[in-house]
């Protein structure tokens, strides 16, 4: 009988999923090419709307040490991937923000506009899509050296909630 609790969320009686608190939007993860891509339910609507959105946070990768490699062949591999973030920017989807933290790591985030409430296909499909556009820039990235951050005590690859 609806409205039931699902974990973090409210189902309604069309079956579509709303944060259980007002103030708590659920979260979760997956992993996706060795990354794990954390998503969260960023706000509800406005009152009268029916838009809301996901919330999207990945660490892309790292850039590789100058001690990679030996000293001459590290520095260069270094250079070409400082060469590839600083055109990432330019390449990316509007809304993406990809940002090169203080250890060398690069994190992109960004928001999806998400029917709200949504259903659960609806938020797999936006999923979904995501990772599929985020995969060419991923190959890039791997190419450039700027490999996934290793994961300790992580599910595998493609679980839920890593």
């Not at 809301?52 to 000293?71: H, K």
């Not at 590290?74 to 060469?83: L, M, N, S, V």
């Not at 203080?102 to 938020?123: K, M, Q, S």
């Not at 991923?138 to 992580?154: F, K, T, W, Y």
């Amino acid at each position: 009988d609806a409205p039931f609790r699902l974990g973090p969320f409210i189902v309604d009686e069309a079956g579509r999923l709303s944060p259980g608190a007002p103030d708590s939007f659920p979260s979760f993860s997956v992993c996706w090419r060795d990354r794990v891509v954390h998503l969260r339910l960023a706000h509800a609507p406005a009152p009268g709307s029916a838009q809301g959105s996901l919330g999207v946070e990945v660490v892309l990768g790292r850039v590789p040490s100058t001690a990679d490699g030996g000293a001459a062949s590290g520095a260069a591999r270094r250079e070409d991937a400082f060469a590839v973030l600083r055109r990432l920017p330019s390449v990316v989807p509007a809304g993406w923000e990809v940002a090169l933290l203080a250890d060398h790591r690069v994190r992109l985030a960004l928001e999806i506009g998400l029917e709200a409430p949504t259903r659960a296909t609806a938020l797999v499909t936006e999923v979904t899509l995501l990772l599929l556009e985020l995969a060419p820039y991923l190959d890039v990235l791997d190419e450039a050296g700027i490999a996934a951050v290793p994961r300790s005590g992580a599910a595998g690859a493609g679980m839920a909630n890593a």
